[in-house]
């Protein structure tokens, strides 16, 4: 793999972005449906999103294989990482250490949040209905709360972060000026896009989302 770091980085850098950006993006809007609109809209979302032709190869290609390559690598790019950003104490480099730690924090998040969601679908256990009661059962648990909310954030931080050193590697942006102005720019997707899912996730604590699921004792994310 070392002779060949080049092109697997750069095959690591367009999965983080496309497709597993717009992924994240679709997945913001979903879930924005229950601040929206509520239940209804958020169900309407989840339906939508289950009924585009070719679902399964969709999911596949499209999400399971870039999202398990994208990680995988990734933790093997912390493993040879040189976290010096107590010796060299400036912002880019912080940014360079978070996105490390960041990609591990959301690798483990967003296995935790298949197996409790897609995996039980596909288990049988719960269905696309009862996703916005589930949601609500882990809004209204303090704990989960908590790690939802920092999974939300490193998963949005890993993203916008990753988005800047995108554009610098794929020729993008070359001169300092034009970085300068990407990470401006990234670092606005980041608060934008985080807002608006840490809004889905209060919306998802009122009772309205309480609804009648049946023997839901997990603790999960949204879809």
């Known amino acids: 793999m070392k002779g060949n770091s080049y092109y ?22 979903i879930n924005f449906q229950s601040f929206e609109r509520g239940p209804e809209g958020f169900s309407n979302g989840v339906h939508l999103v289950n ?12 999400i399971y294989i870039p999202i398990l390559f994208h990680g ?16 060299y104490a400036y912002g ?8 490390r730690i ?21 288990l049988g256990t719960i269905t696309h209905d009862d996703l916005g009661s589930t949601m609500h059962q882990i809004a209204t648990n303090p704990t989960y709360f908590v790690l939802y909310v920092i999974g939300v954030l490193s998963a949005v931080f890993h993203f ?19 970085q ?5 720019i990234c670092m606005g997707v980041f608060v934008l896009v985080s807002l608006l899912f840490l809004l889905s996730l209060i919306a998802f604590t009122g009772e309205e989302f309480k609804g009648a699921a049946i023997g839901i004792d997990l603790a999960v994310g949204s879809i």
């Open 92 to 99: 880019r480099n912080w940014a360079f250490t978070l996105q």
């Open 8 to 29: 697997w980085r750069k095959l690591h850098s367009l999965l983080g972005v496309i497709p597993l950006g717009g992924f994240i993006l679709v997945h913001l809007l």
């Open 72 to 87: 995988v690598y990734g933790l093997y790019m912390a493993y040879q990482s040189n976290l010096n950003s107590g010796q």
């Open 102 to 122: 960041t990609g591990v924090i959301t690798f483990i998040f967003v296995f935790w949040h298949f197996f409790n969601t897609r995996f039980q679908v596909y």
């Open 160 to 178: 916008s972060n990753g988005l800047w050193a995108f554009m610098i590697s794929w020729g993008i942006t070359i001169s300092p000026r034009a």
């Open 51 to 62: 009924s585009l032709p070719l679902k399964p190869l969709l999911e596949i290609f499209g």
């Open 180 to 184: 300068k102005v990407s990470s401006k």
